[in-house]
């Protein structure tokens, strides 16, 4: 929806003759499914037991690594402190395992009909997060007795998703293959058809498109949804904070004559109406690696990205803020010249409010991690370089001034090169991080972490991180400990290995760490540092 601002960017479609003249299908047949009407359904062999069981969440809980406070993603496992709700990796299926009073049980197994990537939770619901014949689709289950409430089909694919409270958002892409009688993206709640409507459809360049991403709202606990649509090309990455939604797509800058730009779209958030209120566009030049990359603050929204044009890379941060008249997105500062030698691109980035950590690396060179002072928008300044072999493709801010990288440990950007896990103080003149530790099994060792920091366990208050390691067909949950006041950072405290299975996630809950895999979850007493159960999976 767009409302209040004049709109010098977005244009409104309006109407089907409009629609129809903007959109070009594909030379390529890209199906993406038949829509189907049927409710799915699972089976439910325990829900007598579930309803007996308190769904209140204790504060004792590390779960989903998760980009921003307060903004939930989604991930294979999720916890309330009572129960662990689990969809291993692969499997249609979810396991509810009985966590309280020691209980440490499975308590149910879940079929589903469609194939299951991901899921939340909320206080009375589970969405289980999918797809169906190539189509989005989701179901709400009531998370006390796991009957079906709610089942959401999309006639696109869904990419990307956050949850802030009660309300779910949802981007999804569709390719037109060819005209129709109705153009409009389409869901179906229930099975009953609901489609977008035209004043509800933007497009922001006069030309014929064969592309739409569909925005999607839902208000999980009313089912209330909200849609809205955007002609041209797929929006690749989305970040959001309780306040703002941003969605990126690679774009042309006619002006420079270059392929490789980022057009940005920001939504201001209403949670209380469950909708997205469009706000601005914005074109930067280079690509974002990913969502880690944005970030807004104070009201400017500041993205790293990278440009790699006739042979010469370039990175830049730039930093941007909306006009409150128009859906301009202006770029107030744009520092370029430092962010990496020449040649290297970046590999990670964070951002730890008016500070920005960058990592940049080139095959055969070493790692430089950048700290960049943004407190003065129009003056960014250099604080620190720290340079050591490998490079860095997760950061976590630690406190004030100190930094935990994640990432690859050699110097040819060969995830086969080993593990390794840094310290930094980032404030100071430092040449090289102040701890540093590598695993590396003969370059067989791979983590799901290098590339995807869900899979990262992870708490500054209990100065611990873990993750899962897998060395051919077996796997271990590694969890270490933080300590920057120590004569040594990193130490580890414990590997939990599975034989033949590969772990999935660990969370914490209550002194316990949960290591899951499709075959059994181990549980680690971290006072006692043993394991002290395991729960088997059929």
């Given amino acids: 929806m767009i409302k209040t601002k004049q709109l010098l960017n977005a244009n409104v479609v309006g109407s089907k003759t409009r629609l129809d003249s903007l959109i070009n299908p594909g030379k390529e047949p890209q199906s993406l499914g038949n829509i189907s009407n049927a409710k799915n359904k699972i089976s439910i062999g325990v829900a007598d037991l ?84 190539k189509n989005g689709y989701l179901q709400i289950l009531d998370r006390n007795t796991l009957d079906s409430k709610h089942t959401i089909e999309m006639d696109a694919s869904i990419e990307g998703h956050r949850m802030v409270g009660k309300n ?49 709202t839902v208000n999980t606990e009313t089912f209330a949804t909200s849609t809205s649509a955007y002609l041209g090309r797929f929006y690749e990455h989305i970040y959001m904070n309780g306040d703002s939604f941003f969605m990126l797509e690679q774009d042309y800058n006619t002006e420079n004559v270059k392929i490789f730009a980022s057009r940005i779209l920001k939504f201001q958030v209403n949670k209380e109406n469950s909708e997205l209120t469009y706000k601005g566009m914005g074109i930067v030049d280079g690509f974002p690696l990913n969502q880690y990359s944005m970030d807004e603050y104070d009201g400017y929204l500041r993205i790293v990205t990278t440009e790699t044009y ?28 430092g962010i990496g030698k020449t040649g290297e691109s970046v590999r990670s980035v964070r951002f730890a409010k008016t500070l920005v950590y960058i990592t940049t690396f080139m095959n055969k060179r070493y790692d430089p991690v950048y700290t960049i002072d943004i407190s003065d928008v129009y ?3 250099f604080l620190s370089a720290t340079e050591e072999d ?39 003149s430092l040449s090289k991080p102040i701890d ?103």
């Fill in 379 to 381: 003056n960014p300044k």
């Fill in 436 to 538: 540093r530790l590598e695993i590396n099994n003969y370059g067989t060792d791979y983590s799901e972490v290098i590339t995807n920091p869900k899979s990262l366990l992870i708490s500054n208050d209990k100065n611990i991180i873990g993750f899962p390691v897998t060395n051919g067909s077996d796997s271990s949950f590694m969890l270490y400990n933080i300590d920057f006041a120590g004569k040594k950072v990193i130490t580890k405290q414990t590997e939990l290995s599975f034989k033949g299975a590969k772990i999935d996630r660990g969370i914490y809950v209550n002194g316990l760490i949960y290591a899951l895999t499709n075959k059994g979850i181990n549980c680690y007493d971290i006072d006692k540092k043993k394991v002290v159960d395991t729960i088997s999976l059929h």
């Fill in 310 to 337: 006739n042979n010469k890379v370039t990175n830049r941060l730039h930093i941007l803020e909306e006009n409150p008249k128009s859906d301009i997105m202006e770029i107030v500062e744009t520092l370029e010249k």
């Fill in 50 to 133: 579930l309803r007996t069981l308190n769904g209140l969440i204790p504060d004792d809980i590390i779960g989903t690594n998760e980009q921003v406070d307060g903004v939930n993603e989604s991930d294979l496992v999720k916890t309330d402190g009572k129960k662990i709700f689990y969809v291993p990796t692969g499997k249609n299926k979810l396991y509810v395992a009985n966590i309280a009073r020691n209980a440490n049980s499975i308590i149910g197994e879940f079929k589903f009909g469609f194939k299951v990537e991901d899921m939340y939770i909320t206080k009375d619901s589970i969405i289980i997060m999918g797809s169906k014949n």
């Fill in 168 to 216: 779910l958002f949802l981007v999804g892409k569709k390719v037109y293959t060819q005209k129709g009688k109705d153009l409009r993206p389409v869901i179906f709640k229930d099975g009953i058809e609901e489609r977008t409507a035209y004043q509800d459809i933007f497009y922001f360049v006069e030309e014929e498109k064969n592309l739409i991403t569909l925005l999607l």
């Fill in 390 to 428: 490998g490079y860095n493709t997760y950061l976590h801010a630690w406190g004030e001034n100190h930094l935990i990288g994640i990432g690859i440990a050699g110097n040819f950007s060969n995830i086969n090169e080993g593990i390794k896990i840094s310290a930094y103080k980032t404030a100071t």
